[in-house]
């Protein structure tokens, strides 16, 4: 795109720009599917563009070139078929805990969903990241939240600290061959704990769902939270990224199913066709168990349940 191209769409891309999100997010099927097909790859839809728009959890606030905050701007969510498992399996009182909370968006749909009476813990390494998760909190209000700007590690540590790129932050990470595969910065230190030793007494006990998305320290988080699942309540489940091109996954998940739980795949795609056409019919109540490592990134449920029904 030349200087005058880009000097056009940056005039035009104001009021245009809301105008397509409305028609992705609120037309019919065939339009919106039409609409995405001509604008989704190109730069349109990935202009800086600062936003805030409400979301089924509240509202959410973010930076349309950065692939998180840009699909929940068109789409109105992000992960649906994790974030709909997640939502269906917590109650009101329930303890959250997001580890890699990035900008907030599974804190919000917790944090709606355990009520004023439940907890959210949302953990987040990065400063850049952390920051707009601290204002999707403040600006709704949660007074339900615990925000903890540290590192998870399997050892009390101090960690180099590598920033994602501005189109996709997520994938900010403490692992360096983890963030020299996505050509992440490095960003100074960060101090990092086990889990254990960042929860209360309090949020242990009343332990729902641990969800962990954390760029290829999954193995740490794990192992650091080891010593913790025998006091934890037997209906604890953990939501997983799991990337074996890191770790050997059968040798990580081994110590967890010796102490009764089970895996299960979640089926998620990062196209956003996935997202744009997410609807009931792809919300699936059998979820298939994971009994072999996996040749690529999976999610993952670990839980103690018996049934093959978990959805």
Request: contains cysteine; proline residues 6%; glycine residues 8%.
């Amino acid at each position: 795109m030349n200087e005058r191209c880009k000097a056009f769409v940056a005039e035009c891309s104001s009021p245009f720009i809301p105008l397509v999100r409305a028609l992705v997010r609120y037309g019919p099927t065939d339009l919106r599917t039409r609409i995405w097909t001509h604008i989704g790859h190109t730069r349109l839809v990935r202009l800086q563009h600062q936003f805030t728009v409400g979301t089924e959890y509240g509202c959410f606030t973010g930076d349309s070139s950065d692939m998180l905050a840009q699909y929940v701007y068109y789409f109105g969510h992000w992960e649906p078929g994790v974030s709909e498992l997640i939502k269906q399996r917590l109650r009101t009182g329930h303890t959250f805990v997001d580890v890699g909370a990035n900008t907030g968006w599974y804190t919000l749909l917790a944090a709606n969903t355990v009520g004023p009476n439940g907890r959210v813990v949302a953990i987040e390494a990065s400063p850049a990241n952390f920051s707009r998760l601290k204002r999707n909190v403040r600006d709704n209000r949660l007074g339900n939240v615990r925000l903890v700007n540290e590192a998870v590690w399997s050892s009390p540590a101090v960690l180099p600290l590598f920033q994602g790129p501005p189109s996709h932050s997520g994938v900010s990470t403490v692992v360096p061959s983890f963030a020299k595969r996505w050509r992440c910065k490095e960003n100074g230190q960060i101090r990092a704990r086990p889990l254990p030793e960042l929860l209360s007494r309090d949020e242990i006990a009343t332990l729902r769902i641990i969800k962990i998305d954390v760029e290829g320290a999954e193995r740490e988080v794990l192992l650091g939270l080891e010593p913790m699942l025998d006091s934890v309540p037997g209906d604890l489940e953990i939501f997983c990224e799991l990337n074996p091109s890191v770790y050997d996954i059968s040798d990580l998940l081994r110590p967890i199913r010796k102490r009764g739980f089970r895996t299960w795949l979640i089926p998620n795609q990062y196209k956003a066709e996935y997202c744009l056409n997410f609807s009931e019919h792809h919300r699936a109540d059998c979820l298939e168990e994971l009994l072999e490592a996996p040749k690529g990134q999976v999610d993952v449920l670990i839980s103690r349940t018996r049934s093959e029904r978990v959805g």
